[in-house]
Nanobody
Framework: QVQLVESGGGLVQAGGSLRLSCEAS????????MGWFRQTPGKEREFVGT????????IYTDSVKGRFTISRDSAKNTVYLQMNLLKPEDTAVYYC??????????????????WGQGTQVTVSS
């Protein structure tokens, strides 16, 4: 079993930055595809970005390109989501997820096996 714990969420003004962390326990993430998703009340979960097991195959949803950066530190068994130039529409609960070494389409949440509990990000205007 893998347990994922997100942290780093909070309240920030528009234009500000936050860095989310997703730390894993129970198993190494070295061979896992990692994803970040977000969800707001009444809406479906939305793909944010993904990073491959070796740090490659990085994909972002269009709305965050140029503002968000995903990275991973295998030694710390942690994945990060650096969020810059935040906008009110980025307000959501952010979740990290872990999947197998290769996912046919890592933008789909259904491909991931483990999920964190989520961390709230609120961007005020």
């Amino acid at each position: 079993q893998v347990q994922l714990v997100e942290s780093g969420g909070g309240l920030v003004q528009a234009g500000g930055s936050l860095r989310l962390s997703c730390e894993a326990s129970g198993r190494t993430l070295r061979t896992s595809t990692m994803g970040w998703f977000r969800q707001t009340p009444g809406k479906e979960r939305e793909f944010v970005g993904t990073i491959g097991w070796n740090g490659g195959r990085i994909i972002y949803t269009d709305s965050v390109k140029g503002r968000f950066t995903i990275s991973r530190d295998s030694a710390k068994n942690t994945v990060y989501l650096q969020m810059n130039l935040l906008k009110p529409e980025d307000t959501a609960v952010y979740y990290c997820a872990a999947g197998s070494i290769f996912l046919p389409d890592p933008r789909l949440g259904t491909g991931y096996d483990y999920w964190g509990q989520g961390t709230q990000v609120t961007v005020s205007s």
